[in-house]
């Protein structure tokens, strides 16, 4: 692949650039910004994004002096897409992201992740503790939190429908790629406050999900959290960590929040009330905030 090939144009940044990094046997695809030799801060993004739904947030993260990556994540867009389930499984993304912190000049890292990406945050976070400076999740509870409401809580089963429904082999990325994508747009747009979105930000997603194996590559996520689950090898989180949580959220149930701080050794909880799902794009001003200033506490 080369490194000008793109579904979406690069913030307008000095530094930044876009490469392909060699991590844990796959090919990412990332977009850097900022002085190598400061902090570094990893966005990852979750389903059906890519690196682009973190543009608005790169200048401000290199700004305040921070240096950033934003890959887009095995399955995604300009990335490599191992055939099969089992490249996806939860562990094996986690360390995707503890690979992609060797290809530079760092220890460690402040990560930062929304939906999925979140989800692969906290595994790093426990998984890997000693590569995880400061945490910011975004909408995505503590995975323990989360199995245990698949298990027990009704409302969140309810919620949560359309994740057993992408365990169907085939069927759900045919189905998606036969409507141009609508449904997927309509995920984000539908709950979403109006003008979170723009019409040529569907059109450079539309690119990303039509990539050559995109779909199935995304949706084996789920799949792979069908087949392997997602508990990880411990469940109390040592590093500083703030949640932000839009309170009307689509696909997850607000007492999850409260929640997952519990299984948090030093923890914030900040709710946005007319916030959903789609909070980044909402609210980007204000989560930038927050999170800039978790992260010079």
């Not at 298990?151 to 141009?180: C, G, H, L």
């Not at 989180?237 to 959220?249: A, F, R």
């Amino acid at each position: 692949m080369a490194a000008t090939d793109a579904n979406a144009p690069l913030p307008d940044i000095p530094s930044v650039e876009r490469t392909f990094r060699e991590v844990n046997d796959v090919t990412l695809h990332v977009v850097s910004a900022g002085d190598p030799a400061d902090p570094v801060v990893v966005l990852l993004h979750g389903f059906p994004e890519f690196w682009y739904g973190w543009s608005e947030y790169i200048k401000g993260f290199v700004q305040a002096d921070y240096r950033v990556l934003v890959p887009d994540q095995r399955g995604y867009n300009r990335s490599e897409k191992p055939d099969g389930v089992q490249p996806y499984r939860v562990g094996t993304l986690a360390e995707d992201i503890v690979a992609l912190l060797a290809t530079e000049p760092c220890d460690s890292a402040h990560l930062i992740g929304h939906d999925w990406g979140g989800t692969v945050a906290w595994h790093v976070a426990l998984r890997s503790p000693e590569s995880v400076d400061r945490l910011g999740i975004i909408n995505m509870p503590h995975p323990t939190v989360f199995t245990e409401a698949l298990q027990s809580n009704p409302k969140q089963r309810q919620k949560s429908q359309y994740i057993f429904a992408f365990q169907q082999p085939n069927t759900p990325e045919k189905r998606v790629k036969q409507t141009n994508f609508d449904t997927w747009v309509s995920v984000m747009n539908g709950p979403s406050k109006p003008g979170a979105f723009s019409t040529t930000d569907f059109e450079r997603y539309r690119q990303a999900w039509a990539e050559p194996g995109a779909p199935t590559a995304m949706l084996n996520w789920y799949r792979a959290l069908g087949e392997y689950g997602i508990e990880p090898p411990r469940t109390q989180v040592e590093s500083p960590t703030v949640l932000l949580w839009g309170e009307n959220d689509q696909a997850l149930i607000p007492e999850l929040a409260p929640k997952s701080m519990g299984f948090c050794t030093d923890s914030d909880l900040e709710q946005f009330p007319d916030a959903t799902h789609w909070i980044t794009h909402e609210y980007p001003d204000r989560v930038s905030e927050l999170l800039l200033e978790h992260l010079k506490r």
